[in-house]
């Protein structure tokens, strides 16, 4: 079993580098690419060996400030790694629409290779010229700085920096040919980039944050998560190649018609209602059992993530204890809730307030989900369950007691709410699974319209008014739970 | 064993089967209910208008796209569900050359070879034989960006015939050729076929599938209409006798007196063509008719119906233009 893997695998690596050979070789003969790519990968780099000489040279003017050049100076090795894969991602854009255009492509399909195999070899080509450039970018800056500054990062920073390079090129690479694969022209694949470009800019601001502060050990768990993201992508790019999608894909067009049935037909009348008519009776005697049913499995992954996020909270208030006598209960009293919007948490601490609130940021995960497999979903569940999990942790440092606080402060609306968040983003979670899970018997963009349909259905007959009951307690019962478990007034 | 057994095991299968293939596209039906068996040795020609499905069927039968209903095996392959070994039986001359134009032919031959599966021992003199063959070998290290359309489409042929498959699909394979290319390929499908090869045309070109190929299928909105060899086409599909009177002079206004006679299918100023069923009756009628308006006859002698004759009262005589029709 294991030897006849091995031998697929020997196989599939061996025709996907046929295929991967000859791009490459095909794109280093093309001067328009070459050329400019190789003179912005050199030109860029030198550029920064002076921005961060002139960095030196101007905070060295003020005693102490040099930290600032220095802190720069790694984060400019990361921006020449990233810099060539943005301009090279025009190799990968065009992997697959490009032949298209120059009808190419046809030859290639009728080949005896499996879809893994051309998908895998095709992927190969366009991430080998944007590592390499990335490669050359940071060889030339470290060469500069060591010339100029004498400066060498630590082996840690530079492998680092290296890994996480790579990851940001594998994600843009595997990205932009899940684009170059579905998509009828060049143009419209550079288009649709941006929705690659711009967020992995956001994220290498993100990046630069963590490097200012020196927070380099994030950065490894940033790489975890790009490589998570690369082998989702490569997963959605291998599912959704569709030979005879490639080949007979003409104009696109948005059929704002056609999306709007699917909607309103998976709402009112799912496959799985069996004809019945829409009905309040048949929704939540049917339809939300069926949805609950389909829920369970994003569920099952749900949990043990939140039982992680509060362990979190736990080690976080271990490691970075509050100082003393900030959690001081005496000083809570009726009027302490009707002050908590001073804080910036709610708009008002109302039952309207509080459900707004809630709908808002279950609404804003399930957008969230369909641009990250639903995995930001789950994550901006996770963050408020960390935070109490410090909380509780920090009170019983504090030497309260646990299940006070659990029954003062969560309990009384928590047994309400936190159902109606785990369901809702479980729903989300669900339509991001559906960028990455096999269609069956629909296309991808109907399949995302019936699991948007779903999630409003759950969201409108469940989660709401889950949501408002939870609100009405946590305004109106919780305060007054809190008040009598810790004896206050 | 029993003896019809025995029978089915000597005669071959045939390389082709397809049994009531379909495509839909969205809510268009591309092909519909596409039957055909071709064997070992025989040439059929895929003739259609543009948008008739001819381009669709053969990427269904070289496993490029799967069909909506119906199956098919070629080269006793499943289409459906042996996708990489149909692909790997198959030769497949694409509608347009679709070359890599930064390589040399012999880098682009070499990688399609390997993908092919085609040895390293084999792949070079298949290469140089091809390559010969077509008269490309004197042009084996130019870049295939300076290629003319014709040299295109020969290289194109040659990746399609490197790994010696038993079936070809050719898509208009002497398209884009001047007069003697397109002949040497015509020589070479005829060799081809000598040698067992199972090969299927699609054109548009009529002369070419009547010179090429043992049967011709006609077909109209993703169906065959009609299917056959010229003569069984002639015989089904235009009845009776073409006959062309060659005339001294101009013969205007004499339609309405010969009407009753025959039906005149076309006319010049001197000439004029009809249809019968009876020459022994007709054509002594027609030239006492025309002889009695005092016209002079040059010439009267009996018109070969040509394929497209056949191929016009089936594609335009029934609304060729017609819009695909829709899925249910």
Redesign the interface.
């Known amino acids: 079993m294991i030897r006849q893997l091995l031998a697929t695998a020997r196989n599939d690596a061996r025709v996907a580098w046929i295929i991967t050979a000859r791009e490459v070789r095909d794109t280093l003969r093309d001067w328009r690419l070459v050329l400019p790519i190789g003179l912005l990968t050199l030109f860029f780099p030198l550029l920064m060996d002076a921005t961060a000489q002139m960095s030196l040279s101007f905070t060295s003017r003020y005693g102490g400030a040099e930290i600032l050049a220095w802190r720069i100076v790694p984060f400019l090795l990361m921006i020449v790694g990233f810099f060539p894969i943005s301009f090279s991602l025009v190799i990968a854009l065009e992997t697959f629409v490009g032949e298209k255009e120059r009808n190419s492509l046809e030859p290639l399909l009728a080949m005896p290779v499996s879809d893994r195999q051309l998908y895998l070899g095709k992927l190969l080509a366009a991430m080998i010229p944007p590592v390499l450039a990335a490669y050359l970018g940071i060889t030339v800056y470290l060469i500069g700085l060591g010339i100029t500054m004498h400066y060498t990062p630590p082996a840690t920073l530079l492998i680092q920096i290296l890994v996480l390079t790579t990851m940001q090129a594998l994600v843009m690479v595997a990205g932009a040919v899940v684009v170059s694969s579905h998509t009828n022209s060049v143009r419209a694949a550079n288009l649709l980039a941006s929705f690659i470009v711009v967020p992995m800019a956001l994220l290498v601001q993100g990046e630069s944050y963590v490097m200012f502060w020196a927070s380099y050990d994030v950065l490894w768990w940033i790489a975890l998560g790009l490589l998570v993201a690369v082998i989702l992508l490569m997963r959605l790019g291998l599912h959704l190649f569709n030979r005879e999608e490639i080949l007979s894909r003409g104009m696109d067009r948005i059929r704002l018609g056609d999306a709007w049935r699917t909607l309103k037909a998976q709402f009112l009348q799912p496959a799985s209602a069996g004809g019945r008519p829409f009905s309040l009776w048949r929704v939540y005697g049917h339809d939300i059992p069926w949805l609950l049913r389909q829920a369970a499995p994003a569920v099952a992954c749900i949990v043990p993530a939140l039982m992680l996020a509060a362990f979190v909270g736990f080690y976080l208030a271990d490691k970075f204890p509050l100082p003393a006598g900030v959690l001081d209960l005496s000083r809570i009293s009726g009027q302490s809730f009707k002050q908590l919007p001073d804080l910036g948490f709610l708009p008002a601490f109302t039952t309207w307030g509080i459900f707004s609130n809630n709908v808002r940021s279950l609404l804003l995960a399930g957008v969230m989900a369909l641009f990250s497999f639903g995995v930001l979903a789950i994550l901006l569940l996770m963050a408020p369950v960390t935070i109490l999990g410090y909380f509780a942790a920090a009170f019983a440092v504090s030497g309260h007691s646990l299940g006070q606080f659990v029954v003062g402060f969560i309990l009384p609306h928590g047994i309400v709410e936190l159902p109606a968040a785990i369901l809702a983003t479980a729903l989300a979670a669900r339509m991001g699974a559906v960028m990455v899970a096999r269609p069956a018997g629909a296309s991808l963009g109907q399949r995302l319209l019936q699991s948007v349909a779903d999630f409003v259905k759950l969201f409108v007959f469940v989660v709401m008014p889950l949501l408002l009951l939870a609100a009405f307690l946590e305004a109106n019962v919780t305060p007054r739970v809190l008040l009598w478990v810790y004896g206050l007034s | 064993m029993e003896v019809s057994d025995l029978v089915d095991a000597m005669i071959p299968a045939p390389a082709i089967v397809a049994e009531r293939l379909n495509k839909v ?1 969205g809510d268009v039906w591309a092909v519909r209910d596409f039957t055909l068996a071709v064997g070992y040795g025989e040439v059929v020609a895929l003739l259609g208008p543009n948008g008739a499905g001819k381009t669709t069927t053969v ?1 269904m039968l ?1 496993s ?3 069909p909506s209903g119906g199956c098919a095996t070629v080269a006793g392959f499943d289409i459906a569900t042996q996708p ?2 149909v ?2 039986a ?1 030769g ?1 001359l ?10 040399l032919a012999l880098e682009y031959l070499d ?2 070879g ?4 085609v040895d390293s021992g084999r792949r070079a003199g298949r290469v140089e034989e091809l390559l010969r063959r077509f008269e490309l070998w004197d042009a084996r290290r130019t870049q295939l960006g300076h290629y003319s359309k014709g040299m295109a489409q020969k290289l ?1 042929l040659v ?1 399609a015939l490197l790994h010696d498959p038993p079936v070809l699909f050719l898509d208009e394979p002497t398209s884009a050729m001047d007069p003697h290319s397109a002949r040497l390929v015509r020589d070479t499908i005829g060799w081809l076929q000598g040698q067992k090869r199972c090969i299927v045309i699609c054109t548009h070109n009529l002369t070419e599938a009547q010179e090429l190929s043992d049967r011709i299928a006609i077909i109209r909105q993703g169906g065959i209409v009609a299917l056959g060899t010229l003569d069984e086409l002639r015989a089904r599909y235009l009845h009776g006798v073409a006959c062309e009177v060659r005339l001294a002079e101009p013969w205007d206004g004499l339609l309405p007196a010969l009407s009753p006679l025959v039906q005149v299918e076309s006319h010049g100023l001197t000439w004029l063509r009809y249809r019968t069923d009876d020459v022994r009756r007709t054509n002594p009628l027609v030239l006492a008719k025309l002889a009695g308006a005092g016209v002079q006859v040059l010439t009267l002698s009996v018109v070969e119906s040509s394929l497209e004759q056949v191929y016009l009262s089936l594609i335009e005589g029934e609304a060729a233009d017609a819009p695909a029709e829709r899925a249910a």
Do not use: D, W
């Open positions: 596209f990427r070289a490029i796209i799967q990489v070994q692909r790997g198959v497949l694409t509608e347009f050359p679709g070359l890599y134009k930064r390589m990688f399609f390997r993908l092919q599966g194109a990746r």
